[in-house]
């Protein structure tokens, strides 16, 4: 059945692309011919190409492009244009570049001939369009504009009850819709654990809040409350909601070629689970910017915010600096300002107020920033763990604005200091942050001397153990190991006191101590270099009598070896002689628990994160509860969700969007009483089903802009998997830790947000169902591919999780008989989909039950089908069993399983 589906949709979606593709092609042949269209044709392709330099905001040469009359009006060398002759028009001869007229655009956005000759056959044709009205002061853009608590209109009854209902209802009356009924219990309480913590309730679960609902209004409310606010405080809606900030904020582990890392840095997960962790708080998410961009300033020595600035490591390019710096500033543009700001880095902005200048002065909060790894308890090497953060390296890194945005053109004499884009009118504060000792010498840290001793303190061990045990033979070696070892331990002494004397504010000279400590350095090179010497002398002895007793075959091969040998020891010489050398010295040269960072940072993050995250900012609330909105209703409220500027789509309901906005922030900008005012709306609640009722909602709002019923949502490719294996009651809940190994994804039973994710280490049952882009995923997209249907009744994962959904469902829980198929049909349902089954369902199953069992009682008949990824658990032996296997993995299959309703 399933595969005659298949071939049905792949024949007509193959079908459409073919008709839609033709379509296209027959439409631009026709476009070619026909005289082209001011609004469809000409006027985009000057917004595209013109408006930086001949719009609202600016106007070279007193010229204006950005309506048909300024265009015939022309500028202050006179009309650009004449219709009907387009060889005599000074718009064809500057984009053309003709005679001693420069060509405009310039450079990287000039016009391609199809674009100059479009304008040329508009203007032959008459140059027509119609009459449009200057466009105002972009400046004046809503977006850009404070936000404002609308008043709630009050219902027919005088009652406001929820403001988003409300404000909702307003619409509703305006365009004439009716709204749909609550959803049926069943399907409420499923779509809320889906918001809310990213998996299905238990059948348990369902079926209480469904009798709670059958005993009342009121028991109905009291359970659904009850629900909401045990979900919010479930460790489980961190997790779910921390993977939606994960997408906007272009959450990604390390990236490269094998173990060459090229984007972001290992050990970033440290970032994601301090994301989960602030969730879990409820940490306002004013403060979790601050944290984001500038951590390292606002609480320099606290490793739990620290990590926050992961934000910023995230952007890490090996390759480029600029590529890195880009990055930075265009996704902190969008992901809190909704500001497309990277598109003024070759020229002012198009469409919004920011001038190429102001995308450089942006940039220049960011220019002083490096990434470095710092230790942590537990291990010294930073290569296998280690908290990888942000912090200002050098104060007096120095930003320049580079011509057209070509990084080779960079204008030094023009430096720039950092600024906010003029638009807002206002300039930052910035002032330096004095750093802590151990902020910017982590060496300092406490437990960084505790581990070092008790390190040398074992090797010193070992060694007097290893001499204590040693044969007479082997004396001389364990005794030159001992003296290294004891040598190492006085050094680790020397250095802390020096550091002590150095760093520790004790009033006292700290000259001698520095020496002390180098010369103790400089004995223990010594000692390792002569011990290297003995060692690798050692083996050319052993060496030689090999090749002397050695077979004339085996002499060339044991040859080579001793030849590795000298050469080793040669090079260990060389090491001693230096060393040697070296403890001549006398300077107070020593060596620090690590590197000494600038001990004072600029302030620049701060300061721009403190303005970001300002309730005074107009774009930074709308653009979180744009966002938020989004994941519970399946559409945002401003649908370009990282560009709420001119060259966006206005909000569909903007007194709802600044209610949400102004709500939020007089909350203390926390996320989960905003999840509850949400939730326990009236909209939130409605059916996704329609009835006879909304015939006239639907023609009058089909697209249902206005929320008169909810919209169906196919769940991502995270819940999927996780739904997956919290039905078999198989979900590991433990949280946080290290990036798990993506091809581990179908045995290890963690949830998914803590598998790698980056743009080329992903799982691949995730990629197949359209998880997060790791470079931009400010929305999810949905694909529909035959794959991913195969990914769930072919996978390992999904075998494994159906084989013991049935094992547990066969049998009673009070004596452990085995359940009869009708109730066992009831039981998956129950669990699978939360729901009952309707009778064809039930018919349908019963009857697939029973041919199965006959199939698969003679197995010789059948063919065995291998799938990619063995499964967890075998196939039960017993043919009714296997057969209720199959029916729990067509159930994973189904619709109502990865659908949100």
């Known amino acids: 059945m399933s595969r005659s589906a298949m071939r049905f949709a792949i024949i007509i979606v193959g079908g459409l692309a073919i008709v839609a593709s033709g379509a296209a092609s027959d439409a631009r042949g026709a476009e070619t011919a026909a005289e082209p269209d001011y609004a469809r044709d000409v006027k985009p392709l000057l917004t595209r190409k013109c408006y930086a330099c001949h719009g609202a905001l600016k106007q070279a040469g007193g010229l204006r492009l950005d309506t048909r009359g300024t265009i015939l009006a022309g500028g202050e060398t006179g009309p650009t244009v004449v219709p009907g002759a387009a060889a005599k028009s000074l718009l064809i001869a500057a984009v053309r570049g003709d005679g001693d007229i420069e060509r405009m655009p310039l450079e990287s956005e000039a016009l391609g001939e199809q674009e100059i000759a479009l304008l040329e056959r508009w203007i032959a044709s008459g140059a027509r369009g119609p009459d449009e009205p200057l466009p105002p002061d972009p400046r004046k853009y809503w977006a850009f504009q404070p936000v404002v608590r609308p008043n709630i209109p009050q219902s027919a009854d005088g009652a406001t009850g929820n403001a988003i209902d409300a404000l909702l209802a307003a619409e509703h009356k305006r365009l ?32 209480a809040f469904a009798a709670a609902a059958a005993r009342s209004a009121a028991a109905k409310e009291q359970a659904y ?24 904020w272009r959450y990604s582990d390390w990236d490269g070629y094998r173990a060459e890392v090229r984007e972001s840095q290992p050990h970033i997960w440290r970032w994601r689970d301090w994301i989960v962790d602030s969730l879990a708080e409820d940490k306002p998410y004013d403060r979790m910017i601050v944290e984001m961009l500038a951590g390292d300033e606002v609480a320099p020595t606290d490793s ?13 390019y090996k390759f480029n600096r600029n590529v890195w ?3 930075t500033v265009e996704h902190t543009g969008k992901a809190f300002l909704g500001l497309t700001i990277n598109c003024a880095k070759c020229h002012d902005h198009f469409f919004d107020p920011i001038s190429q200048r102001d995308y450089y002065a942006f940039r220049a909060f960011f220019e002083p920033h490096q990434v470095r790894t710092d230790r942590v308890p537990g291990t010294a090497d930073a290569a296998k763990d280690g908290l990888v953060r942000a912090y200002d390296a050098d104060a007096t890194a120095k930003t320049f604005l580079f011509s057209r945005g070509d990084e080779s053109k960079p204008d030094k004499e023009h430096p720039l200091a950092p600024q906010l884009p003029r638009l807002f009118g ?41 001499l204590a045990d040693a044969k007479p033979d082997a004396q001389a070696r364990a005794r030159r190991k001992l003296d290294v070892a004891l040598a190492a331990y006085e050094s680790i002494q020397a250095r802390l006191a020096a550091d002590e004397a150095v760093y520790g504010n004790t009033g006292k000279p700290s000259e001698a101590a520095q020496k002390k400590a180098a010369a103790a350095q400089r004995k223990l090179a010594r000692l390792q270099a002569d011990d290297d010497v003995a060692d690798a002398q050692a083996e050319v002895d052993a060496a030689k009598l090999k090749v002397q007793k050695a077979a004339a075959g085996d002499k060339d091969k044991l040859q080579k070896a001793l030849d590795a040998a000298e050469k080793k020891l040669a090079e260990a010489r060389k090491r001693l002689a230096t060393a040697e050398a070296d403890e001549k010295k006398t300077d107070a040269a020593y060596t620090t628990f690590g590197p000494v960072y600038p001990a004072q940072s600029t302030g620049r993050r701060l300061a721009l994160a403190r303005w970001i995250a300002s309730p005074d900012n107009p ?28 060259n966006g789509r206005l909000p569909t309901n903007q007194p709802l969007l600044d209610w949400l906005a102004s709500e939020f922030v007089a909350g203390g900008w926390r996320m989960k009483p905003l999840h509850r005012t949400i939730v326990m709306s009236a909209a939130y609640r409605r059916s996704s089903d329609e009835g006879p009722a909304q015939s006239k909602s639907r023609e009058a709002d089909p697209e249902n802009v206005a929320l008169w019923r909810m919209n169906t949502r196919r769940m991502e490719a995270e819940v999927v998997r996780d739904s997956l294996l919290a039905v078999a009651g198989a979900l590991d809940a433990s949280r946080g830790g290290p990036d798990l190994d993506p091809a581990a994804a179908d045995t290890v039973p963690r949830r998914s947000l803590y598998f790698r994710h980056s743009k080329e280490k992903k799982v691949e049952m995730l990629d197949l169902l359209d998880r997060a882009n790791a470079v931009e995923c400010y929305r999810r997209s949905e694909s529909i591919v035959p794959q991913q249907a195969l990914a769930v009744i072919n996978g390992g994962l999904a075998q494994t999780q159906a084989r013991r959904v049935a094992t547990r469902l066969s049998t009673t829980s009070g004596d452990g008989s085995f359940v009869d198929d ?12 939360n729901r009952p089954p309707r009778a064809g369902e039930r018919a349908a199953c019963l009857e697939f039950l029973d041919e199965q069992a006959r199939l698969l009682a003679k197995p010789e008949k059948l063919t065995r089908f291998v799938v990619g990824v063995k499964p967890q658990v075998e196939p039960s032996a017993d043919p009714h069993r296997r057969a209720r296997e199959n029916l729990a993995l067509v159930l994973f299959n189904h619709n109502d399983f990865i659908t949100i309703r």
């Open 304 to 316: 739990g915010v620290i990590r926050a600035t992961g934000f910023l490591v995230r952007n890490w």
């Open 176 to 207: 004439g819709l009716t709204p749909v009924p609550e959803a049926d219990p069943r399907t409420l309480l499923r779509r809320l654990h889906f918001d809310l913590v990213g998996l299905p309730p238990t059948a348990a679960e369902t079926e």
């Open 325 to 327: 710096l880009e990055s």
């Open 225 to 248: 409350a009850a629900a909401v606010d045990k979900l919010l405080a479930s460790p489980q809606y961190a997790e779910r909601w921390g993977r939606h900030w994960m997408d906007v």
């Open 822 to 833: 009708e109730a066992f049909v009831a039981a998956v349902f129950a669990c699978v989909l």
């Open 426 to 466: 206002k300039q930052a504060t910035i002032e330096p942050v004095a750093l802590p000792l151990v902020a910017y010498y982590p060496g300092r840290l406490p437990f960084v001397a505790a581990e070092e001793l008790k390190q040398a303190e074992q090797a010193r061990a070992t060694a007097q153990k290893a």
């Open 619 to 646: 774009l930074t609330a709308r653009v979180a509860v744009n966002h938020i909105w989004m994941r519970h209703f399946g559409e945002p409220i401003v649908p370009s969700v990282f560009d709420f500027g001119r």
